[in-house]
């Protein structure tokens, strides 16, 4: 493959910080239709709020991306949120240039797509029912501290510890429990920004992207996203990269996780950061297609 390094990369983006980062994010800009940009929700276009259920796009998320999705192959959202959750919540579902947008929910077990509203799901893993049972009485037996929360995701339970008074302290005394509980069940624990999530093996955010960039025949990817379940999809588009597709690495920065910053191409300053650089990315698509 050759490089499209050598390419200026127009003023308005940042420069990535890689010579890899470098050519995915050249090589989309040459190739748009051919692209795919792929992002998480929360932490990445979504801020971090207290209340998972009060979590909402950035303002600005929607108008950036009707811009955008029409110059690229598919814009996609990979979350481990419901799929119709995270398209409710983003404010997807009938805006005006959002038809080429995919949302992957459940770490890619269900699909909502933009075009027509609906969303596949399979059937529920039976080991989230009894954990569902199992997981209250859990808490209280363990002394789960005030402020510990779950949230029911329909095919995975998550208990966030961001509104304890200790929520590292809380985090860490909750994970061997609640490790056991899921081993008992069959499921995986992914550890996040003061949240555990209970869910089924063998679906990560990687084989959700790679799947779809499969299917889509996508020429790039960029990446972006927050907290240790993207680094999965990290490693996919670092896969991508050594098979000649290139990519481009984005984390929306924060102090919670740094493991994503320390392997990004591209580092910005949280959702508001993603969402500029989504705009200077069409500014540039649609300076080019004048």
Same mark, same amino acid.
């Given at each position: 493959?050759?490089?499209?390094?050598?390419?200026?990369?127009?003023?308005?983006?940042?420069?990535?910080?890689?010579?890899?980062?470098?050519?995915?994010?050249?090589?989309?800009?040459?190739?748009?239709?051919?692209?795919?940009?792929?992002?998480?929700?929360?932490?990445?276009?979504?801020?971090?709020?207290?209340?998972? !259920?009060? =979590?909402? &796009?950035?303002?600005?998320?929607?108008?950036? +991306? @009707?811009? #955008? *999705?029409?110059?690229?192959?598919?814009? %996609?959202?990979?979350?481990?949120?419901?799929?119709?959750?995270?398209?409710?919540?983003?404010?997807?579902?009938?805006?005006?240039?959002?038809?080429?947008?995919?949302?992957?929910?459940?770490?890619?077990?269900?699909?909502?797509?933009?075009?027509?509203?609906?969303?596949?799901?399979?059937?529920?893993?039976?080991?989230?029912?009894?954990?569902?049972?199992?997981?209250?009485?859990?808490?209280?037996?363990?002394?789960?501290?005030?402020?510990?929360?779950?949230?029911?995701?329909?095919?995975?339970?998550?208990?966030?510890?961001?509104?304890?008074? !200790?929520? =590292?302290? &809380?985090?860490?005394?909750?994970?061997?429990? +609640? @490790?056991? #509980? *899921?081993?008992?069940?069959?499921?995986? %624990?992914?550890?996040?920004?003061?949240?555990?999530?209970?869910?089924?093996?063998?679906?990560?955010?990687?084989?959700?992207?790679?799947?779809?960039?499969?299917?889509?025949?996508?020429?790039?990817?960029?990446?972006?996203?927050?907290?240790?379940?993207?680094?999965?999809?990290?490693?996919?588009?670092?896969?991508?990269?050594?098979?000649?597709?290139?990519?481009?690495?984005?984390?929306?920065?924060?102090?919670?996780?740094?493991?994503?910053?320390?392997?990004?191409?591209?580092?910005?300053?949280?959702?508001?950061?993603?969402?500029?650089?989504?705009?200077?990315?069409?500014?540039?698509?649609?300076?080019?297609?004048?």
């Amino acid at each position: 493959m050759g490089s499209h390094s050598s390419h200026p990369l127009p003023e308005q983006l940042p420069a990535p910080t890689t010579p890899a980062g470098r050519d995915g994010l050249a090589a989309l800009l040459a190739d748009p239709g051919r692209a795919v940009v792929a992002l998480d929700f929360d932490g990445t276009i979504a801020p971090i709020v207290p209340d998972p !259920d009060r =979590a909402r &796009a950035h303002p600005d998320a929607v108008p950036v +991306l @009707a811009r #955008l *999705a029409p110059l690229l192959r598919s814009v %996609v959202i990979v979350t481990g949120r419901p799929a119709e959750t995270a398209a409710r919540y983003g404010g997807f579902a009938g805006a005006p240039g959002l038809e080429h947008l995919v949302v992957l929910g459940a770490y890619g077990a269900e699909r909502w797509d933009a075009a027509t509203g609906e969303t596949r799901t399979p059937p529920p893993h039976p080991g989230v029912e009894a954990v569902r049972t199992e997981l209250p009485g859990l808490l209280e037996k363990t002394g789960a501290p005030r402020g510990t929360a779950i949230e029911d995701k329909g095919r995975a339970l998550a208990v966030h510890t961001r509104r304890a008074d !200790d929520p =590292a302290g &809380a985090f860490e005394a909750l994970r061997e429990p +609640l @490790a056991e #509980l *899921a081993a008992r069940h069959g499921l995986a %624990v992914e550890p996040g920004r003061f949240v555990l999530e209970l869910r089924p093996p063998g679906m990560d955010k990687g084989v959700a992207l790679t799947d779809f960039l499969r299917e889509t025949g996508a020429g790039s990817v960029l990446y972006g996203g927050d907290d240790l379940g993207d680094l999965a999809a990290y490693d996919a588009v670092d896969r991508l990269r050594a098979g000649g597709v290139p990519g481009v690495l984005l984390c929306s920065g924060s102090e919670e996780v740094t493991a994503l910053a320390e392997r990004a191409d591209l580092v910005v300053d949280g959702p508001a950061g993603v969402v500029a650089l989504l705009g200077g990315l069409a500014d540039a698509l649609e300076g080019a297609a004048d």
